[in-house]
């Protein structure tokens, strides 16, 4: 199986700052990968899809990178209603596996 | 509106057994692959089954092989999933998922949710 490793597991932040969270594929993933945004109590919400491109209603202030095998969730500009855990997934290959979590919180 | 309902999770002792279901609405089901996604108490999202549209081609997480069964009625818009020799580490919150068909080479990642029902694994 794959594995989808995320740097850090948390992070803390001053509203307005650019954030940046990591995801690692242990082998080729095509750049199937999405970025989910699960805020306390509620269910995930696809933000990226395809590594880059923003699911339709997602802020723009959200972003997506990839680079071989390394991928980035960027947060231009932090917002207090950004608060939340998000994970990245890879649906190159069955089965289908979610990285552990980036805890996001607001200083 | 998509909207995705599931029902069942109950608490069950070790060995145990549990149907769990996803009624589907809003959207034309029998066209859409479906999914099973769990998450522990206070853990991360794990994988746990996929079901292509027709029912034909399936795929499960390592941890669940053999003793969970996903299954579909299109004629009901209604998911399954069928959990045997259950075990505490089942212990989660069981969401259906499913996402649009792929469109122009483009796969999109699980796009719709359900509010996810409770098993509990426990004497």
């Known amino acids: 199986d794959i594995q989808m490793t995320q740097s850090p597991s948390t992070l803390s932040a001053s509203a307005g700052d650019r954030v940046t969270i990591t995801c690692r594929a242990s082998?080729?993933?095509?750049?199937?990968l999405a970025w989910y945004q699960q805020k306390p109590g509620k269910v995930p919400k696809l933000l990226i899809y395809?590594?880059?491109s923003l699911e339709s209603g997602v802020p723009s202030r959200f972003s997506g990178s990839a680079s071989g095998t390394e991928f980035t969730l960027t947060i231009s500009s932090l917002q207090p209603d950004d608060v939340a855990t998000y994970y990245c997934?890879?649906?190159?290959?069955?089965?289908?596996?979610f990285g552990p979590g980036t805890k996001v919180e607001i200083k | 509106e998509v909207q995705l309902l599931e029902s069942g999770g109950d608490l069950v002792q070790p060995g145990g057994s549990l149907r769990l279901s996803c009624a589907a609405s809003?959207?034309?089901?029998?066209?859409?692959?479906m999914n099973w996604v769990r998450q522990a108490p206070g853990k991360g999202l794990d994988y746990v089954a996929t079901?292509?549209?027709?029912?034909?081609?399936?795929y499960y997480a390592d941890s669940v092989k053999g003793r969970f069964t996903i299954s579909r009625d299109n004629s009901m818009n209604t998911l399954y999933l069928q959990m045997n020799s259950l075990r505490a580490e089942d212990t989660a919150v069981y969401y259906c998922?499913?996402?649009?068909?792929?469109?122009?080479?483009?796969?999109?990642?699980?796009?719709?949710w359900g509010q996810g029902t409770l098993v509990t694994v426990s004497s």
């Open positions: 997934q890879q649906y190159n290959t069955y089965p289908w596996t």
């Open positions: 998922a499913t996402r649009n068909a792929c469109a122009n080479g483009v796969c999109y990642g699980l796009q719709q």
């Open positions: 809003g959207f034309a089901f029998g066209g859409y692959d």
């Open positions: 395809k590594a880059f």
């Open positions: 082998q080729s993933i095509n750049n199937w």
């Open positions: 079901i292509d549209f027709s029912g034909a081609t399936i």
